[in-house]
């Protein structure tokens, strides 16, 4: 696998964690009416059904995603769609392999869409405590935009892609660590709380 289509396959992986109907979209529109030139694959993308069904289902998750509360409802009804979704994808964006490189890559682009997805899950579901909704239209909006970035970058510039997927995935990593720290530490504390409770 080259630079290029690992840029492509992280690129939308990632974004297919974020919002998988946007992101199989615009794989699909690039495809229809060639956008930039893209490898015969991606013509699996180009069919009716496929890209009208993504956009059907994106205009639902536009608004589905600007309701709070109903938001995370639907990111956990998502937690294995968007990962399979990245997964198939990734596969589909790489070509011709082997099956023993095609698993590779599906896990590869699996794991990818489920780190950005619970990213965004987890997100989405501290802005709900927040008594207003502006933050979440914000988050929503953002992720809209982030996802339409990142699926250009991946089609036009896809080694630029590959590096902000990779920047993105190493601080997701930090953050995970920091947090399970964090939560070791509460959990600790409240042990140590609880059995003085009890002595």
Do not use: C
């Amino acid at each position: 696998m080259d630079l290029v289509t690992l840029g492509r396959t992280l690129g939308f992986s990632f974004a297919a964690g974020v919002n998988l109907y946007a992101t199989v979209a615009i794989l699909g529109l690039a495809a229809r009416y060639g956008w930039v030139d893209l490898p015969p694959q991606f013509q699996a993308f180009n069919n009716s059904f496929i890209i009208g069904t993504a956009i059907v289902l994106y205009l639902v998750e536009f608004f589905a995603d600007k309701i709070p509360y109903f938001d995370s409802l639907w990111d956990i009804l998502h937690t294995a769609i968007r990962p399979l979704g990245g997964a198939l994808i990734a596969v589909t964006t790489l070509g011709d392999a082997s099956p023993g490189v095609e698993g590779l890559v599906a896990l590869l682009g699996g794991t990818v869409a489920a780190g950005s997805h619970l990213t965004k899950t987890s997100t989405r579901a501290i802005a709900n405590a927040s008594p207003e909704p502006a933050s979440n239209w914000a988050l929503s909006f953002g992720e809209d935009v982030f996802v339409v970035g990142l699926g250009y970058l991946a089609l036009a510039h896809p080694i630029a892609a590959l590096v902000i997927a990779v920047v993105l995935l190493i601080l997701i990593g930090i953050f995970a660590a920091v947090i399970v720290r964090t939560v070791r530490r509460w959990f600790a504390r409240w042990r140590i709380t609880a059995r003085d409770a009890f002595t």
